[in-house]
T-cell receptor, first 113, second 116 residues
Framework: KNQVEQSPQSLIILEGKNCTLQ??????????LRWYKQDTGRGPVSLTI?????NTKSNGRYTATLDADTKQSSLHITASQLSDSASYIC????????????FGDGTTLTVKP | EAQVTQNPRYLITVTGKKLTVTCSQN?????MSWYRQDPGLGLRQIYY???????DKGDVPEGYKVSRKEKRNFPLILESPSPNQTSLYFC???????????????FGPGTRLTVT
């Protein structure tokens, strides 16, 4: 069964610090991997999208990496801000069924002043 | 403004009373999908549609129906709601989806449904 596992489940950091969130997946054959930010009670918002040929993608202070060989991805947040407090969700799709998405349970990030 | 809209945003209903949650997008996207989100379970896909008149089951389709008669609308129908369908529901849309593609998915604001 295709799975996406994220770690840690939750994380607390001080404002201005960096952090890295992890995503491991078993989805195969791989099509793309997406990272979303979700504020409490709101719809997810796309941060980065990576296909097989891409191993890094940046969006402002967010940088995602992908190792398709080990089936691992990370999301690095630089110089965190209070507004970064949210849930970060990793989503993977398989090329055999591009319409289906497998979601990780998310990492809840809390940035404290 | 490009967006995905859902109605209603909040709904409290009783077991067995048929309901429809509407979803509409104004971006001319071919792909639309419904998800539910429950505490500790993350987002799970209910149904998706690759194009008009084409719908497929996601991971948790039981108890739900969908239709895609026109590109912009993708309603979610609960014929006989039960308490285990109490959840936060999200609709999303994307441009044409293809294997290996890089496509962004836009989510609606969510519909919080409570079935008593």
């Amino acid at each position: 069964k295709n799975q996406v596992e994220q770690s840690p489940q939750s994380l607390i950091i001080l404002e201005g610090k960096n952090c890295t969130l992890q995503c491991n997946y078993t989805v195969s054959p791989f099509s793309n991997l997406r990272w979303y930010k979700q504020d409490t009670g709101r719809g997810p918002v796309s941060l980065t999208i990576m296909t097989f040929s891409e191993n890094t993608k940046s969006n402002g202070r967010y940088t995602a990496t992908l190792d398709a060989d080990t089936k691992q991805s990370s999301l690095h947040i630089t110089a965190s801000q209070l507004s970064d407090s949210a849930s970060y969700i990793c989503v993977v799709s398989a090329s055999t069924n591009a319409g289906k998405s497998t979601f990780g349970d998310g990492t809840t990030l809390t940035v404290k002043p | 403004e490009a967006q995905v809209t859902q109605n209603p945003r909040y709904l409290i209903t009783v077991t067995g009373k048929k309901l429809t949650v509407t979803c509409s997008q104004n971006m001319n996207h071919e792909y639309m999908s419904w998800y539910r989100q429950d505490p500790g379970l993350g987002l799970r896909q209910i149904y998706y549609s690759m194009n008009v008149e084409v719908t497929d089951k996601g991971d948790v389709p039981e108890g739900y129906k969908v239709s895609r008669k026109e590109k912009r609308n993708f309603p979610l129908i609960l014929e006989s709601p039960s308490p285990n369908q109490t959840s936060l529901y999200f609709c999303a849309s994307s441009p044409f989806i293809y294997p290996g593609g890089s496509y962004e998915q836009y989510f609606g604001p969510g519909t919080r449904l409570t079935v008593t």
